[in-house]
């Protein structure tokens, strides 16, 4: 009898949920979703006007960070910063010349440019230099030195010849010289 009893009532309460399923007492109100996503439509454009901001700064500065150092590199003289009447040590690298023929390299200096020597003072009064090309490189560099006595941008030019004097290849140094700061 017992077991009869726990039958029916498993029974009844069997029924009732399958019948609660099925009803629309369960479902919800037809325009629920509609409102749900119209709220949260409503707190998005609030807080996205916000974010939206900030994105468009961040965005926005740093196109233009990357605008500036673009310009800066690529509209940036490219002169060596050096001082007045002070030697300066210049190393050109040779890297591309080593497999050519170089015989020798000329070095043409500007108006108000010296070559620099303490122990061949006399190399001052030149305005150009022929050096060896096997005596001169050394460490894949031609190292020579130069001083300013005129102030400006300057333009030094290398040339590098082969055993039958024909230019293999031109190089352009350029220097600004200022005088000094303290």
Known sequence: MENNNN????????????????????LPPPYMKTRILARFREKKQKTGGVLMLWKQIALSGAALAIVIVFGLRFFADDFIRANLNTPLAVKVEIGELK????????????????????????????SSLVLDWEVAVRN????????????????????????????????TLKVSFDKKRS
């Open 99 to 126: 497999k050519a023929n170089v015989a020798y390299a000329e070095i043409v200096l500007p108006d108000g440019v010296v070559f620099y020597s303490k122990k061949f003072p006399e190399l001052n009064k030149e």
């Open 140 to 171: 894949g560099h031609l190292p020579f030195i130069i001083e300013g006595i005129g102030e400006g941008n300057k333009v030094i030019v290398l040339k590098f010849y082969d055993l039958s004097n024909r230019l293999i290849a031109e190089k």
């Open 7 to 26: 039958e029916n009532i498993e029974n009844m309460v069997k029924a009732v949920f399958e019948e609660e399923r099925n009803s629309d007492a369960i």
